[in-house]
């Protein structure tokens, strides 16, 4: 018979189960454990995440206002190849704008506008608007043909600058055709 050594206190029994107090076996279980060390807080992972999301949201906001009022801008005629002392309607929503830089324009001029306007008043209204407002400032009515619909003008500063108002009478709306060649 093989002669054991002696069992020490604390020594583990070789199944690991069973520890040696000195007196008796008792279960390893039984040991009070070394506390761990505490975990470290991971709350700023969501103070950069909640941080990262405010700003995404406020800059989508802020896209979001950017794209409407350029929109709305140029529906109500902000963005227009008309000079900005060209007489507005009020309330005319844009339909369509081109701008025609070459020749085939006016003699002495190289760039062409031509827009077309909607209004939600009568064509009388809007003719008597353009007759008043074409003839101030710098602007100057040189012939109006009322069979057709149509105000000639030009600039009183660059006569070369010269242009067209067609007012079409859609019902109760009106489309205004503007053609300046300047």
């Not at 991971?42 to 896209?63: D, E, F, P, Q, Y």
Request: proline letters at 6%; aromatic letters at 10%.
């Amino acid at each position: 018979m093989a002669v054991q050594p002696p069992v020490q206190p604390g020594q583990l029994s070789p199944d690991g189960m069973w520890r040696w107090d000195g007196v008796q076996w008792v279960p390893a279980a039984a040991a009070p454990y070394a506390q761990a060390a505490p975990r470290r807080s991971r709350n700023w992972i969501w103070w950069v995440a909640g941080g990262c999301a405010v700003v995404l949201v406020l800059g989508l906001v802020g896209a979001g206002i950017g794209v409407y009022n350029l929109v709305n801008s140029f529906q109500h005629g902000g963005l227009a190849c008309l000079p900005s002392d060209f007489p507005s309607y009020p309330g005319a929503t844009v339909i369509t704008e081109n701008t025609y830089v070459g020749t085939g324009v006016a003699p002495g001029d190289s760039k062409r506008c031509s827009m077309v306007l909607r209004s939600n008043d009568d064509s009388a209204t809007v003719t008597s608007f353009y007759q008043d407002k074409l003839n101030s400032g710098d602007w100057k009515v040189t012939a109006y043909i009322g069979s057709i619909g149509q105000i000639q003008f030009q600039r009183v500063s660059r006569q070369q600058s010269v242009g067209v108002v067609e007012l079409l009478g859609r019902g109760s709306q009106t489309e205004i055709h503007i053609q300046l060649d300047s």
